[in-house]
């Protein structure tokens, strides 16, 4: 097996992971603010199955996003020197997984929606200066999301899930392409 195949093989599995997940939530709870209160509404329903949240993070923090750092550090250009860019997006959203009660204290509050935010900025970033060519997956997630979300009518009242959930399939895409095309970057 080739690592090209391999790197394929693990994109695919994040997606069914991710996918799963959020089939579990939207058949459980509907659609909830974001995917960080997905935490409470499991561990309400479910005793102790909060931990589902930090797992999925964590599936995704340990393989998608270095991927991309792989993808990054590879290239022959100038864009390798930017393979840091999934490297911290991967290590905010470990701490996003770490911080998941975050509604138990003001610092974890802060601290939670932070890193939050740093992760997102540092995949589109990553995009927008490494994957220019892909970025389109992307841009396609986005509008995707926001016509289901349109569609749905819950775009207007919950906007950043629709947001987290375009982030997460354009990253996890854009692997599998890279991975089955490594021209395409």
């Not at 659609?31 to 589902?52: A, E, Q, V």
């Not at 999934?86 to 932070?114: E, M, N, W």
């Not at 841009?139 to 997460?168: D, N, Q, S």
Request: a positive charge; proline letters at 3%; hydrophobic letters at 55%.
């Amino acid at each position: 097996m080739t690592l090209s195949t391999a790197l394929a093989i693990i994109s695919v599995v994040d997606i069914i992971v991710f996918t799963a997940y959020e089939v579990a939530v939207v058949v459980n709870f509907c659609i909830p603010n974001n995917l960080s209160n997905t935490y409470y509404h499991f561990d309400r329903k479910y005793r102790g199955s909060g931990r589902l949240f930090p797992a999925m993070l964590y599936t995704m923090s340990t393989t998608a996003l270095p991927m991309q750092v792989y993808f990054t550090y590879r290239l022959q250009d100038w864009r390798a020197n930017f393979a840091f860019m999934p490297l911290l997006a991967a290590i905010c959203l470990a701490l996003v997984g770490v911080s998941c009660r975050y509604k138990k204290s003001d610092f974890r509050i802060y601290f939670h929606y932070t890193v939050a935010i740093m992760a997102g900025f540092f995949t589109v970033l990553w995009f927008l200066t490494v994957g220019l060519k892909i970025s389109y997956i992307l841009i396609i997630f986005i509008l995707v999301m926001m016509l289901t979300g349109t569609l749905t009518r819950t775009l207007r009242i919950y906007p950043l899930f629709w947001f987290e959930t375009a982030g997460f399939y354009a990253v996890m895409f854009a692997n599998l392409i890279v991975a089955l095309v490594p021209q395409a970057l």
